[in-house]
Each structure stands twice: as C-alpha cells, then as structure tokens.
C-alpha cells in the first residue's frame, strides 16, 4: 500500500468479565475462534493491508499475550506492548503512547475483541480518499441503544454521534475500528480523555468520515457472541480478503 507509513494500535487489555469463567485463565484478546486466537484474525488483517507495526496495550493476564507477540514479531511485525498496571481506558492510552505517530502518517485503532471481516486496506484508502483527520467504521446493529451511534450527511461526513444513545435516530453503530492522521492521533493524546466514543468522537463531528462495513461484525463480550461466531465462521459467514488469510499464528 502506497502513501506513507502506517502503524496500528490494538486495544486489547480488557477485563472479559462477561466471559468469565473462560476469561479467569485466557485473555479475552485470545479467546479462540475456529481454533484461532481473536488476535490472530486481526493480525492477519493488518498485515494484509501492509501494515507491520503494531502496538497492543495489556492489562489482564499479560504473558499469553507476550507470547503471542513473540511469535508475531518472529513472523516479521515489529510489535511493541503498553503494558497498564491500572486500565487507562481507550483514549488514556493513546494519551501514554503519544510518540507513537512520530513517524507515521496514519494509524489503524481497532478495539481487539471484535472479529470481523473488514478489509482494513480498503478502510485506509477510503480513509486518505476523503481527507477528514478521522474515518470511522459503521456497521448496522440490531441493537442502537447499546452501541455507539452515528448519523451522516450525504458525503459520509459524521454530523452526529451519540454513545449508547435512550433514543437512537439510526443504527449505524460504530464498530471500534478508526483510522486518523498523525496530527489527529495526537490530537487526542493531548486531550488526555479516558473514553473514545464518550468524549473523542464527539469533538470530531463534523470532520470525521464514516464508513459502513457491509460484511461480517460482532462483539465477542459473551459466550452467546463467542458461540454466534464460532459457528458463523463455521458456515462460511467471514469473507476475508483474500490475502489476508495468512494464518501467520502464535508458534514459528
């Protein structure tokens, strides 16, 4: 992919409370779907978007997740951990990892503890295509008050945005995946917010795209979500682009 350098951070270090008792010895980042850790499907598709440089923050049980970086820098990333003795919530972490666009023209957000069939190259063109400091990705939830939800102007422009909304005006919710320039990623470091979608995104209306996946898209935060998607993959309800069915896993 041309147009400069790209990293990406995976917000993967919560608690999985829901999936407990699972979760009291697995990471929910590595619970496995299809016999494959959550991350690896990420990682997959990061890599089939030419991206390679990848920071993960890490919380609960951080040492599978080192042994799964491990692995993934053997296998060609450049990976690098934020470990958090106390969680600093979405946007905290952007705020500790300021540095992180020194040297890069963009970075992938993604919230690691969804599984889906996004093509994140294509996310990225559409992202540089439309020039906004932010892209969002928009998927259509049969549930608007539990999501974060947007509303767009003809142009793909978000005009609002509203967390976990009593009344929701669409059902275009926001699937936990950005992209944004440099300057907007530091941006929301200098914030020093602790919630993406309660006080970042509400102060990139108006100069934010979003963008609507119309694949696959599911929160794993319950085993009736983690069962859903095991058997959806299954039968064949991921389309992955192509080549980013690498299966670069966690052993070399």
Request: with cysteine.
């Amino acid at each position: 992919m041309s147009g400069g350098r790209i990293k990406a951070l995976l917000l993967a270090g919560g608690l999985g409370t829901r999936l407990k008792p699972l979760t009291d010895t697995v990471p929910k980042c590595l619970v496995e779907i299809g016999s494959r850790p959550l991350l690896d499907y990420w990682f997959d598709a990061l890599a089939a978007a030419g991206v390679r440089d990848v920071l993960i923050n890490t919380h609960h049980l951080p040492q599978p997740v080192r042994e799964f970086l491990a692995a993934k820098s053997r296998a060609g990333f450049r990976t690098a951990e934020a470990f958090e003795p106390t969680l600093l919530g979405s946007a905290g972490t952007i705020a500790a990892a300021a540095q992180l666009a020194d040297d890069a023209d963009h970075v992938i957000i993604v919230y690691a503890d969804n599984l889906s069939d996004v093509d994140l190259g294509a996310l990225v063109e559409t992202h540089r295509s439309q020039g906004q400091p932010m892209t969002m990705l928009l998927f259509r939830t049969p549930r608007p008050s539990a999501s974060g939800i947007a509303a767009l102007d003809a142009r793909g422009t978000v005009v609002e945005f509203v967390e976990k909304p009593a009344q929701p005006q669409s059902d275009l919710a926001n699937a936990g995946v950005y992209v944004v320039t440099a300057e907007a990623w530091r941006e929301i470091a200098a914030m020093k917010a602790f919630d993406i979608g309660f006080e970042v995104l509400p102060r990139f209306i108006g100069r934010m795209h979003g963008l609507l996946h119309p694949g696959y898209h599911r929160d794993i935060g319950t085993f009736e979500a983690l069962e859903a998607a095991r058997a959806d993959l299954a039968r064949g309800a991921l389309h992955f682009p192509s080549s980013s069915l690498l299966h670069t896993g966690t052993t070399s």
